[in-house]
Structure formats: C-alpha cells, structure tokens
C-alpha cells in the first residue's frame, strides 16, 4: 500500500495559507508602525483638520523616502498576499476579508493623509442629522454651522458638500456613539469608509464565486489594495458606500430574472444616491440587456451625456450643485494637469479641457456600446470595467486617487488579464503623484527636480500602460466555468474510459 511522501520540514511555512499570513502581518505592521502611529490622529487638531501626511512628517526628503519604502513594503506584502490567495486554500474568501478589516483596522488611528475631505464629511453629516439642513446647499457650508465640529474644518470651509443623501444618512450611523468630541467623529468617519471597503471587497469575491472565479483572489485585490487602504480606512473618503452598492448591483443586474434585474437598479440607484460617478456605466447594462437596439441606446447615451454636458456649461443650477464636487476641476495629479501645466491654461483653458475630457468619454461610452462583446456576464463586467478605467485614465480632469474605486472591483471581477494587470498597476503608481503633491518643495530644493508632480504623473500613466500592455500580450485569461459547473477535472484517458 503506497503512502504520500511526508512533506519537507518546511513545508508549512510555504503553504498558502502561511504564506498569506505573513503577507498579511507585514502589511499590517507596515501600516500601523509605519503610518498610523507616526501621523496620528491625536495630532494638533489645526494639523489633523488641515490634512497632509507632510504636515507632520516635516524632515523634507528623508521623510519622503521612508514613507516611498514603506508604501513599497506594504505593496511587496499586498503582491504577496494575492500569489498565496491565487494558489488558493481553504477559506481563503473569509480570510480575505477578515484580512481587509485587520488592514483596515491597522490604519484607522491615522489622521487624513492627503486629503481633508473626512473632517469636512464628518461636519455634513451632523448638518444632516443634528441640524436637519441641506449640506450640498452653498447656505449650509461649515462655516454657517454652529456646531463644534463644523467650527473645526479649516480646508473649502466656505464651500457646500459633494455628496448624496445617501452618503449623509449612512455616514450618520457613528453618531450616537461619538458625542461632540473633533477627534471622535473624524474616526467615525474613517471606520464608515473602512466597513464599506471590507463590504465592497466581500460582495466582490461573492459575485466572483458565482461566475466560478477565485472568490479569494478577487475579494483580496480590492480589500487589501495599498492605495484602498490609504484612501477609506486611512483618509476616510465614502466612495467605498457607493462602491458596495455598485458591486452589488452587478451581481443583481446579469441574472436572468427581472425580478433581480429590478433589485440590481435599486443598488445602482442606491450607488448614484452617494456619488453620481457609477452612473457613467450604467447605459452599458441596458445594452447588454437589449442587444438589438444597441445602436438606438448608444445614441440616447451620448445625446444624453451631452444635453448635461450643455446644462453644465451654461451654469444650470440642478447640475452645477454641491453633488457635483470637483467634476468641474482639473486635477494636478492627472493628464490633464500635464497638459495645462505645460500651455499655461489658466481657468478659461481648464474650462474646457473639461468639456473635452467628458467629450471623449461620451465617445468612448459610444463606442463599447456599439462594439464590445455584450454576450454573457463577464462581457457586461468587462465593458463596464474598461468604460470606468478609460474614465479615470483618460477622459477625468478631475480624477482624485480614491476615485479608483469605481474602477478596481470590476476590474478585479473581469477575469480579464490585461484589466486587472492595469488596475493593479493603477493602483500602485498612484502613489507617486500623491508623494510629490505631499513633497514638492522638498523635491525641487533637494533633488532640484522642477514639476515633481507632473513627471510623477506621467511615470505613473506609463507604467500603467505598460502594466496592461504586458497583461495583454501574455495571452487570454481562461474563461471562468459557469456558476453550477464546478466538478473534478478529468484526463482525457478518464473520459474515454467513462463513456464505455
């Protein structure tokens, strides 16, 4: 009777499951040791409400270089995590999760790194719920408000908020726990936008299992993300709520039942209820469920798209709100700020390379209506992956880093190489614009390098490219099985035996 060779004395420490352990406690100590308790929430509050991971770490490019090393460490351990999750274990959907939330965990008493958008949240929220007023109403900015909290936002003090109502009525859950207290709230915020991010990575690894993916290997690439982890849990932005619920609507709108059909435009709503930004993909759903009128829906599409774009640009007051946020701005961190960096655009020119970049995206959306692959259910995951990716890549003036996450879970979902090669790489670089918006001066004084940012920019947007190129030429992803077919794999030997 033959009997299995003993494994090899270190065998247990090379197993997946050990393997993605030690990933993840390096990830995890790298955020808490190496962020966390450096740039602590429990900062001068001026400091904490300002935002800015180089308020605190003022040491110019040493500081630089040692959160540079840190991020790197935490992606080795990310990259890492995913192999031991793509070789696959037991369980290893719930340890993703569980994974997302101690990442998260990890992060949470940190102060907002690079971006001051939480402490003016935390604010709307209380105008909301404590004040009963509009927060996307310019009348209702912090500075209007008489409440502790909202005396405390120091960064668009003047300015109205750029959610839904949605978004104020989730975010309003910390409240009856947190009192009036600056500190306490801001942390409210940030374990919203944790939970969210661990409900959005879950609800992707589900999705993901139903198509007959790795469910582990999805729900990872999104929850234990550097770049998610830095933004929800770390800076405590919301687009993780509407990221839940557009996940969900996914996996409701490709099943073959109106009834979920119907359950899956409700969570779509509910996602345009927080933010507007999944509602660019939406006309791609309607494709993929009418595919004989196509060409009909495309051309509502972009007629549609363009009649707002003309409400915008002619200053209408239901479109140019507090909601809309900064869609009408061009951001230092993109293409666009390149490009206006290099003519010298001013207002006038951002104005319209605005009107430019959703231009091409009405274009683009057109043109996957029109010719993508809208068959089966990956095909409607990918399109709307790749209409969401070349929105941030190439077509927003606007885009901010934690807008990745429109893009990521769908990405993650596709099954498709070079999508998810893309999105890894997307994610990644997109630290480096923020390290040399944070550094600037520094870089300029000591490395004597003019526009950190822009060159930052394009190394990040190359390497991207390159990510996805590389992603594509090494071949097509194997389809994943349908749902219900999972079963043993037989040799073909086997299967000639089985039929006689």
């Given at each position: 009777?033959?009997?299995?060779?003993?494994?090899?004395?270190?065998?247990?420490?090379?197993?997946?499951?050990?393997?993605?352990?030690?990933?993840?406690?390096?990830?995890?100590?790298?955020?808490?040791?190496?962020?966390?308790?450096?740039?602590?929430?429990?900062?001068?509050?001026?400091?904490?409400?300002?935002?800015?991971?180089?308020?605190?770490?003022?040491?110019?490019?040493?500081?630089?270089?040692?959160?540079?090393?840190?991020?790197?460490?935490?992606?080795?351990?990310?990259?890492?995590?995913?192999?031991a999750?793509?070789?696959?274990?037991?369980?290893?959907?719930?340890?993703?999760?569980?994974?997302?939330?101690?990442?998260?965990?990890?992060?949470?008493?940190?102060?907002?790194?690079?971006?001051?958008?939480?402490?003016?949240?935390?604010?709307?929220?209380?105008?909301?719920?404590?004040?009963?007023?509009?927060?996307?109403?310019?009348?209702?900015?912090?500075?209007?408000?008489?409440?502790?909290?909202?005396?405390?936002?120091?960064?668009f003090?003047?300015?109205?908020s750029?959610?839904?109502?949605?978004?104020?009525?989730?975010?309003?859950?910390?409240?009856?726990?947190?009192?009036?207290?600056?500190?306490?709230?801001?942390?409210?915020?940030?374990?919203?936008?944790?939970?969210?991010?661990?409900?959005?990575?879950?609800?992707?690894?589900?999705?993901?299992?139903?198509?007959?993916?790795?469910a582990?290997?999805?729900?990872?690439?999104?929850?234990?993300?550097p770049?998610?982890?830095?933004?929800?849990?770390?800076?405590?932005?919301n687009?993780?709520?509407?990221?839940?619920?557009?996940?969900?609507?996914?996996?409701?709108?490709?099943?073959?039942?109106?009834?979920?059909?119907?359950?899956?435009?409700?969570?779509?709503?509910?996602?345009?209820?927080?933010?507007?930004?999944?509602?660019?993909?939406?006309?791609?759903?309607?494709?993929?469920?009418?595919?004989?009128?196509?060409?009909?829906?495309?051309?509502?599409?972009?007629?549609?798209?363009?009649?707002?774009?003309?409400?915008?640009?002619?200053?209408?007051?239901?479109?140019?709100?507090?909601?809309?946020?900064?869609?009408?701005?061009?951001?230092?961190?993109?293409?666009?700020?390149?490009?206006?960096?290099?003519?010298?655009?001013?207002?006038?020119?951002?104005?319209?390379?605005?009107?430019?970049?959703?231009l091409?995206?009405?274009?683009?959306?057109?043109?996957?209506?029109?010719?993508?692959?809208?068959?089966?259910?990956?095909?409607?995951i990918?399109?709307?992956?790749?209409?969401m990716?070349?929105?941030?890549?190439?077509?927003?003036?606007?885009?901010?880093a934690w807008?990745?996450?429109?893009?990521?879970?769908?990405?993650?979902?596709?099954?498709?190489?070079?999508?998810?090669?893309?999105?890894?790489?997307?994610?990644?670089?997109?630290?480096?614009p923020?390290?040399?918006?944070?550094?600037?001066?520094s870089?300029?004084?000591?490395?004597?390098?003019?526009?950190?940012?822009?060159?930052?920019?394009?190394?990040?947007?190359?390497?991207?490219?390159?990510?996805?190129?590389?992603?594509?030429?090494?071949?097509?992803?194997?389809?994943?099985?349908?749902?219900?077919?999972?079963?043993?794999?037989?040799?073909?030997?086997?299967?000639?035996r089985?039929?006689?």
């Open positions: 009777m033959s009997r299995r060779p003993s494994p090899s004395p270190g065998a247990q420490f090379t197993s997946p499951p050990a393997v993605f352990c030690g990933a993840l406690a390096v990830l995890c100590a790298s955020w808490f040791f190496g962020i966390a308790t450096r740039v602590s929430i429990n900062n001068d509050i001026d400091l904490v409400a300002r935002a800015g991971i180089f308020r605190v770490l003022t040491a110019g490019v040493s500081d630089l270089v040692d959160t540079f090393l840190i991020i790197a460490l935490a992606t080795a351990a990310y990259l890492v995590s995913l192999w999750l793509r070789r696959g274990f037991r369980h290893s959907l719930a340890a993703a999760i569980a994974g997302t939330a101690l990442a998260g965990l990890s992060m949470l008493p940190a102060m907002p790194l690079t971006s001051p958008d939480a402490v003016h949240l935390a604010a709307d929220v209380r105008t909301f719920w404590l004040h009963g007023k509009w927060p996307a109403d310019g009348e209702n900015a912090p500075a209007t408000i008489d409440d502790p909290v909202a005396n405390e936002v120091r960064v003090r003047n300015q109205p750029g959610y839904g109502p949605l978004a104020y009525a989730i975010g309003g859950a910390p409240l009856p726990f947190v009192g009036d207290g600056f500190r306490a709230n801001l942390l409210g915020q940030k374990v919203v936008a944790g939970i969210f991010l661990t409900f959005t990575a879950a609800g992707a690894g589900l999705v993901a299992r139903r198509l007959g993916q790795n582990g290997l999805v729900a990872g690439m999104i929850g234990l993300n770049m998610m982890t830095w933004q929800f849990p770390g800076d405590g932005h687009d993780s709520i509407m990221a839940f619920f557009g996940v969900v609507a996914i996996g409701l709108v490709v099943q073959p039942t109106w009834k979920l059909r119907g359950a899956g435009v409700a969570s779509g709503l509910a996602a345009a209820l927080c933010k507007y930004g999944l509602i660019l993909a939406s006309p791609i759903v309607a494709a993929w469920w009418f595919p004989r009128w196509r060409t009909a829906l495309a051309a509502v599409a972009a007629l549609g798209g363009a009649a707002v774009l003309f409400l915008y640009i002619i200053d209408a007051g239901p479109v140019n709100n507090g909601t809309l946020g900064p869609a009408g701005a061009v951001a230092r961190t993109t293409p666009w700020g390149v490009l206006g960096s290099i003519v010298d655009a001013g207002s006038a020119g951002e104005d319209r390379m605005v009107v430019a970049g959703y091409l995206f009405l274009i683009t959306l057109a043109v996957i209506m029109l010719w993508h692959p809208l068959k089966t259910q990956l095909d409607l990918r399109a709307v992956a790749l209409a990716g070349l929105f941030l890549y190439l077509c927003a003036p606007g885009y901010l807008y990745l996450i429109w893009f990521l879970p769908f990405a993650a979902m596709s099954g498709s190489r070079w999508l998810i090669w893309g999105a890894l790489a997307f994610t990644i670089t997109a630290f480096l923020i390290l040399a918006l944070n550094w600037g001066a870089i300029r004084a000591s490395w004597s390098i003019e526009n950190p940012v822009e060159w930052a920019v394009v190394v990040a947007w190359l390497c991207t490219a390159a990510a996805a190129a590389v992603g594509a030429s090494t071949g097509r992803t194997p389809r994943a099985r349908k749902a219900g077919t999972a079963g043993p794999g037989f040799a073909p030997r086997q299967k000639r089985a039929r006689h």
